[in-house]
């Protein structure tokens, strides 16, 4: 398994701000995402971090509004860009081990803008 | 995003009971389906998963069943209990690739 810290693991932000999530893995994996969870709602991926190059994001999300960084094999940060009240959700980081492949998840950041 | 589709979305079962939430997909190159379970103020935890060249795959007092040709894949949980209560996510992907999602089940097991 893997141990994934974030940091923070909550904060109510203003409109207009923004606000960089942390990521850190107790070990080095292979792959490093990041989701979105809605209020009462599933798991949307916005982005692969990709260590030493640009993050792939998934349709509908763009790097203006969501920089990645992935400076090493242990470590990731997502920005949420100029927030607006529907940037309200959890934000969890992801990281994929292969041999066999299993994925595991942080405990989440909850942002809430106000 | 590939869909994954997933019933019920909530569902209420008594203590010893048989929880069953299904799933199918559209993607025939997924080729890994795991299922997660997650509590309130939590990420999910991985609780099960399974690939398609296997019908059945059993961990403890949950299954997987999957029916390949049917692009379907359930989770069951024997003999429910009120800790089993929480939200029940089914997924899918290409090996090495990210996961996309089903909707979610929250179940509620009554004591």
Redesign the interface.
């Known amino acids: 398994s893997a141990v994934?810290s974030q940091k923070p693991s909550r904060d109510i932000c203003q409109r207009g701000t923004s606000l960089t999530i942390q990521c850190q893995v107790d070990s080095q994996v292979?792959?490093m995402?990041w989701y979105r969870q809605q209020p009462g709602?599933?798991?949307?991926?916005i982005a692969?971090a990709n260590q030493g190059s640009e993050a792939t994001y998934?349709?509908g999300f763009v790097i203006d509004k969501f920089p990645i960084s992935r400076p090493n094999l242990t470590f990731s940060t997502l920005t949420v860009s100029n927030m607006s009240p529907e940037d309200s959700s959890i934000y969890?980081c992801?990281v994929?081990k292969?041999g066999p492949?299993?994925?595991?998840?942080?405990?989440?950041t909850?942002l809430t803008v106000v | 995003?590939q869909q994954v589709k997933q019933s019920p979305q909530s569902l209420i079962v008594q203590k010893g009971g048989i929880s069953i939430i299904n799933c199918a997909y559209e993607n025939t190159a997924f080729d890994?389906f795991?299922w997660?379970q997650q509590f309130p103020?939590?990420?999910?935890?991985?609780l099960i998963?399974i690939r398609p060249d296997v019908s059945e795959k059993k961990e403890g007092r949950f299954t997987i069943s999957f029916n390949k040709s049917a692009k379907q894949f359930s989770l069951h949980i024997m003999d429910s209990q009120p800790g089993d209560s929480a939200t029940y996510?089914c997924a899918a992907?290409t090996?090495?690739s990210?996961?996309?999602?089903?909707?979610?089940t929250q179940l509620t097991v009554n004591p």
């Open positions: 994934i292979t792959m995402f709602q599933s798991l949307t991926l692969t998934e349709s969890l992801s994929g292969t492949w299993e994925a595991f998840f942080g405990q989440g909850r | 995003q890994y795991p997660y103020g939590k990420g999910p935890a991985l998963a996510f992907e090996s090495g990210r996961l996309t999602f089903g909707e979610g």
